[in-house]
Each structure stands twice: as C-alpha cells, then as structure tokens.
C-alpha cells in the first residue's frame, strides 16, 4: 500500500509539530511505521490523502461509538453553527448535557462541563483533595488519565513506595504524593490502605482499562475499592473517559453495579468534539467554584457544538438496541479472530468488554500491566504492519483498545478476520 503523499507531509509536520503529531501515540513509533494522514472518514471507513481505505477500529480513540459523519449528529451540528460556535456565556444545551449526563448515570447529581479528559481527571483530583484536606492519591499501574502531573508518575521501588515522575517536568514532590498499585490486586491495596488509608483523598481508577490494553476488572476488586474507600474516607474515582457510554449507557458503574464519588467522562459524550465532564454527589460538586471555593475553570467549557454534537450521540444511544448490537458485533468479531489465529497456531489472549476489546500476543492471562506488558511486541508490529497494508486500521499500540462502532456491519467484520486470517498464517508459519 503506497503512502507517498501522507509521507510528504508528515516531513513538512515534523518540521513543525514535536514528533510531526498532535498527540504522541499518533506518531506510530511503537510499531515503527510512519503514520497515514487521514482526509476524510464516514461510517467505519476512513480515507487516508493517497486515497488508501481503511476499516477503522480507533474511532478517534472511541468517541465515534456511532461511526463517522452519523447523519443525525451532523444534521444537528449543521443547525447548531449558523446560531454561533462560541459565546463564553451559559446555554440551555448544556443544561441538557448535565441533565442527560444525571439520568444516564445516577451517580451524578452535579456536573461540571470542561474540554478533554485530562482537565476532567486533573478537575476531580483537585476536588478530591480539597473537599477531604487530604493530598495523597491512588493510582493502578498501566492506568493512563490524561497528562495530569500527579497521575503522570511511575510505580516506586516498593508496591507501598511512593511514586517517581513519570516523565522529566513532573515535580518529585508532587508525584510523591501518588501509590501507583499493581490493577486487580485486592491484598496490595489492603496494604497500602492500611498504611495510608487515612491521608489517602481519592483512589483514581479506569474502571475498565483501556490504556494498557483492555484488562477485565475482577468483580471482587471493584468491591474493595468501595469499601475500602467507605472505610478510610478516601474518595473513589471512576475515569470512565473511555468506558462511559461505552460499555453501558451508565458505563462501567452500570455494568458492575458499583457506585463511585466522582466520576470522569470524555470522549463519546462530545461526539468527536473537544469534550471532557467530571461529577459526582452534590455535596462533594457544591465545593466547586463559585458555589464553592475549589476553581476549575475554562474558556470553551459546555461549547455549544460539542454540546450539539454529544446530545444528538447519547439521543441515538439512549434509543434502540445499539448497546445489544455492539455486542453482538464486537462478539462476533474477536471470536472471529481469536480462531484465526488458534488455527494459525499463533498464541493469543483477547481481553473485551463490550465493544472494547485487545488482542494480546500471549499465552498467559492477562490481568494487569506487568502480564500486559510480557506480552510479544514483535508480533504485535508485524501483525500491525499487515493491518495496516491491508487496509485495517489499528490503534498503533500494543497497548490500547480495539472500538467496534455501530457502523462496522458483517463485511467490515469479516474482511477483518480474513485479513487477520492471512497475518497470523504469516506470523504463525
Ligand atoms: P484526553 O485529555 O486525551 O481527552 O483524555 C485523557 C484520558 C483520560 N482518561 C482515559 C481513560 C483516557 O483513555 C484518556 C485518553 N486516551 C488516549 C488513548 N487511550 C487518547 C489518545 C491520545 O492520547 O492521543
């Protein structure tokens, strides 16, 4: 598959832009290939600028749960544009936002509209501490929330050792402040809890992790975090940026039947606008600035097209069976593949939730970011390479999630699991 014209360009953006991207992982330098420049996309399909087809399983990273260009989401932005894109003034729209974000996730009774899932994260642990006085967090390893400086820390030396900076330009003092504990792991939170328990503000979670790969929660995880959380007085917080309106319409704290204190969206709720929203119980919101004395603040919050947008996708979500269709199809799809490759002789694991879900090179279990990452990276770059060249596009990362969108229908499906069919056999011989 030729790439000449996304190759030119992507010369003139790494002139100008760090890395030649807007975000790092786009960059495509943990499988090695130069990234396709993409013009235009509808349904599950996008067009790259040499006019190269793909299947998309990225969907923007998961806001496009619909497909791209749904007719009704564009026929409700084309109505909102000409009323203006911007005023820095309050709206009904997002009064419909909030009052749609409550009735789909009961756990919400306030919200707070920001502009990606990092400011929603960064808003609900400023929160946290202010309105418990506490500073310390907790974090799981492999857990991505967005490029916020205390959740941007790596595991200590110790699983009850404190965290180091993730990266040159978090301050050590702040990152001290942060246990990163290994995912799924209830003795190790027991642990740390015990120690800390009382100093501890929030424990911040994906509910699902998707940033490691998909990994499934265990059942009896999640309830430890609540009860550990009703017992110190810690908070717990839900990052259901990707989960949200994902898996359920109430997300991940719908499917496993946990409540948490706060919860982070993102993503689906701005229908591939900037988007991000964090809530939770009223007397923990009512401390947000100006009811409270906890700023957060942001000039395009509650945008009104991204406002427009994310309510016509929650309307078509709210309708229907798409929640039973994704199922099916993200069903059909990995046990499609998991067969491929079992015929191929080639080991995988394939951990979904939903219509999210990642194909791991292993033949262990994988429950947490240290199984995730003994994962065979080799395998997943050759694998991704043919992807790519055969016209699937995949997350470039052995580490994120596959999206199924209700625009994938049988064809998309199945030329899929051919196209992995002819890859395995070649990974596999
Ligand atoms: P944004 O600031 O990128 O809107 O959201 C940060 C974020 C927060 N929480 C979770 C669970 C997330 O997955 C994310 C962002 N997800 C990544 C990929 N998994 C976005 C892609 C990128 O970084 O380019």
Redesign the pocket.
């Known amino acids: 598959m030729e790439r000449t014209k996304s190759k030119a360009i992507f010369g003139r953006a790494l002139d100008v832009i760090p890395g030649g991207v807007n ?4 960059a495509g330098k943990a499988v090695g290939v130069d990234p396709p420049f993409i013009k235009s996309a509808k349904g599950c399909t996008l067009w790259d600028v040499d006019g190269n087809q793909y299947i998309d399983y990225v969907c923007s ?2 806001p496009m749960i619909l497909g791209h260009g749904h007719p009704e989401v564009l026929k409700t932005l084309s109505e909102a544009i000409p009323a203006g894109t911007s005023f820095g003034a309050p709206t009904e729209l997002e009064v419909e936002m909030a009052e749609s974000i409550r009735q789909l996730v009961p756990s919400i009774e306030m919200v707070r509209m920001v ?7 960064m808003s609900a642990i400023r929160l946290a501490r202010g309105a418990t006085g506490r500073e310390k967090l907790v974090k799981f390893e492999g ?5 916020v400086d205390s959740l941007l820390v790596s595991a200590g030396s110790g699983v009850a050792t404190f965290a180091i900076p993730g990266c040159p330009g978090v301050p050590r003092e702040l990152a001290g402040h942060t246990l990163s504990l290994p995912f799924n792991d209830a003795e190790a939170l027991r642990g740390a809890m015990e120690k800390y328990g009382q100093e501890v503000a929030a424990i911040i979670l ?1 509910p699902i ?3 490691m790969g998909v990994i499934v929660p265990r059942p009896e995880f999640l309830k430890e975090l609540r009860e550990i959380c009703n017992h110190t007085g810690a908070l717990l917080i839900f ?5 949200g309106f994902r898996v359920r319409p109430g997300g991940a704290q719908e499917l496993y039947g946990i409540e948490p204190d706060l919860t ?1 969206l ?2 689906i709720i701005g229908g591939g606008l ?3 929203a964090y809530g939770g119980k009223r007397e923990i919101m009512e401390n947000m600035a100006p009811e409270g004395n906890i700023y957060q603040a942001g000039t395009l919050s509650g945008n009104p097209l991204a406002m427009a947008a994310g309510l016509a996708t929650l309307r078509i979500l709210r309708e229907g069976r798409v929640y039973e269709e994704l199922e099916r199809k993200s069903e059909r799809l990995f046990s499609g593949l998991a067969g491929a490759a079992e015929s191929a002789g080639v080991q995988v694991v394939i951990n979904r939730v939903g219509s999210m879900g990642t194909l791991f090179f292993t033949g262990h279990p994988v429950t947490d970011f240290e199984s995730a990452s003994a994962s065979n990276r080799e395998l997943f770059r050759g694998f991704y390479s043919s992807m790519l060249d055969s016209g699937i596009y995949l ?1 470039p990362s052995p580490f ?2 596959w999206f199924v969108s209700a625009a994938h229908e049988e064809e998309h499906i199945q030329r899929t699991i051919e196209c992995a069919k002819k890859c395995f056999a070649s990974l596999g011989g």
């Open positions: 975000s790092p992982v786009r990273w998961g502009n990606s899932g990092t400011e929603a994260t857990c991505y929330h967005g490029h994906e992790p998707g940033n990052d259901e940026v990707i989960s982070c993102g993503k900037p988007v991000g997350a994120e999630a």
